[in-house]
């Protein structure tokens, strides 16, 4: 039997929480443990004991179910649920003790994401979202910005860990500067797109994301109304993600795929 998603978002509020208030815990102190992408792409131990527990507490409760996760869990259901998990978003903020960090942990049923949370102790923010249920904030619902001109449009983005990603991220962040208000890169995807649904910045893009940044956040900020998708209006991906509101999406769309890109910059 399918899952209720409100469900599955309970589960996952619990879980997160759990990870989150170990990860608090585990701050003092933390150094890289590894590195991945990158010299600066860093893993601390904590992420890896992030995703274990989440795992852990997530198949204890539904033994049937799939995983994804950034650390490496990987895992076939067969209940046609999978969670998306990324067990710490904002890796290099915690490791700075830069409060822009958070838990993330979406369900999808049939490969589609239905339900998600974004926890974020540090902010002592809660986000939620049920598909058609809209998306939450500490029993707010949330609105993405009704801003309708770009050029006064606060703009989220964020850059991959690779030096010649970044370069082609650093060309397009040059086009679009002077055509915002002012740009934002806060270092957590899924915060930066929480905070799009809130409306505290109006608009965000991003080249580079993996399922687990984009799942429960992406989610969330459609939920509160923004338009999420990718390069010329496909669904949102690793080439590009942009979470804007309708009247913008056009033109962000427009100025991003102004210039060839190389891959997914
Ligand atoms: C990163 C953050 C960052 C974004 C990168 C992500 P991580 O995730 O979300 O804001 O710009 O693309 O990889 O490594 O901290 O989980
Ligand atoms: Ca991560």
């Known amino acids: 039997m399918t899952p209720a998603p409100q469900d599955?978002?309970?589960l996952a509020v619990d879980v997160a929480a759990e990870a989150a208030e170990l990860l608090m815990q585990g701050q003092s102190g933390v150094t890289t443990a590894a590195t991945?992408?990158?010299?600066t792409d860093v893993v601390t131990a904590m992420d890896r004991a992030s995703e274990a527990l989440i795992v852990q507490r997530l198949l204890e409760a539904r033994p049937t179910d799939g995983v994804l996760g950034e650390e490496g869990a990987a895992r076939e259901g067969s209940s046609g649920v999978r969670w998306v998990i990324d067990p710490l978003d904002g890796t290099v903020n915690y490791l700075y003790r830069l409060p822009l960090w958070a838990v993330s942990i979406a369900a999808?049923?049939?490969?589609?994401?239905?339900a998600?949370?974004?926890?974020?102790?540090?902010?002592?923010?809660v986000w939620t979202a049920v598909h058609g249920e809209g998306a939450w904030l500490h029993g707010?619902?949330?609105?993405?910005?009704?801003?309708?001109e770009l050029a006064?449009?606060?703009c989220a983005t964020g850059f991959g860990y690779e030096a010649s990603r970044r370069t082609r991220q650093a060309a397009v962040l040059a086009r679009v500067l002077p055509r915002v208000r002012d740009i934002r890169r806060l270092g957590s995807a899924a915060i930066d797109l929480c905070l799009a649904a809130g409306g505290l910045v109006d608009v965000y893009y991003e080249r580079g994301l993996h399922p687990w940044d984009l799942a429960a956040?992406?989610?969330?900020?459609?939920?509160?109304?923004?338009?999420?998708?990718?390069?010329?209006?496909?669904?949102a991906g690793i080439d590009l993600v942009v979470a804007a509101p309708l009247a913008l999406v056009g033109e962000?769309?427009?100025?991003?795929?102004?210039?060839?890109?190389?891959d997914s910059d």
């Open 140 to 148: 707010e619902r949330l609105h993405g910005s009704q801003q309708t």
């Open 217 to 235: 956040a992406g989610l969330i900020a459609e939920q509160a109304g923004l338009t999420v998708c990718g390069l010329d209006g496909t669904p």
């Open 252 to 262: 962000l769309l427009a100025l991003l795929g102004e210039e060839p890109r190389a």
């Open 116 to 125: 998600g949370v974004v926890h974020a102790p540090a902010l002592g923010e």
């Open 152 to 154: 006064q449009a606060m």
């Open 36 to 39: 991945k992408s990158s010299p």
């Open 8 to 10: 599955l978002l309970t």
């Open 108 to 114: 999808e049923v049939d490969g589609r994401v239905v």
